[in-house]
């Protein structure tokens, strides 16, 4: 069962998401809050795997309650939830630097319900990254260049091919399977690229791949 919380200063908006959520068997709503402030208190006390988190709201935005809950795993060595930023507009800045912050994902308030399930499920798995293209249009178009960040990263020509991969959108399975490799060892080559970009997870290191020009965007 995937633990999910809910954050959004709409009540409508909180009320269709949880019976969404609720309808699945594999997934449950453990509770509901109405600005970013409150996040951090709910998850040390409900424990979500996934928070589904609304950008703008009153007192303290999407993109800061995701610091703050990476900087409360910092600090206390607590686990974090992935986040997964719902939000009215693609292109908005906020989503992109929500993505710099350590959300792991977003969809759109006018998504689907399956594209709701489906952005919950992957990244609670972590195995593979959320809606490719659509992070990587966010990330080309409001590019910051940061090309140090990866070329003194130190990575390997194995974890260069390995992060070309992920950006494509690859899971670890087809990763594996396009370098004849152990789906084990395609899990190590990848923590490998988090640890020495400092990332939190596959999306933060494909954001600064395309952001660095590492990874290029097909013409």
Do not use: C, W
């Amino acid at each position: 069962m995937i633990r999910v919380l809910i954050a959004d200063d709409e009540a409508l908006v909180r009320s269709g998401l949880r019976v969404v959520v609720d309808g699945e068997d594999d997934l449950s709503v453990v509770g509901e809050v109405a600005d970013g402030a409150d996040v951090p208190d709910a998850v040390a006390r409900l424990a979500p795997e996934v928070v589904l988190m609304d950008v703008r709201m009153p007192r303290l935005d999407g993109i800061a309650a995701t610091r703050a809950l990476v900087e409360r795993r910092e600090r206390t060595g607590a686990g974090a939830p992935k986040v997964v930023v719902v939000t009215t507009f693609e292109n908005d800045d906020y989503v992109l630097d929500a993505l710099r912050a350590g959300a792991s994902g977003f969809v759109l308030k006018r998504a689907r319900p399956e594209e709701v399930l489906e952005a919950i499920r992957v990244v609670a798995r972590g195995d593979s990254l959320l809606f490719p293209a659509a992070v990587r249009r966010l990330a080309v178009a409001h590019a910051r260049p940061g090309g140090d960040r990866l070329a003194g990263a130190g990575l390997t020509e194995r974890e260069q091919e390995v992060l070309r991969r992920v950006a494509a959108g690859r899971s670890n399975a087809e990763i594996a399977a396009e370098l004849f490799l152990g789906v084990e060892t395609v899990k190590t080559h990848v923590a490998h690229v988090l640890a020495k970009l400092g990332a939190r997870d596959r999306t933060q290191a494909v954001v600064a791949a395309y952001e660095s020009g590492f990874v290029r965007p097909d013409p």
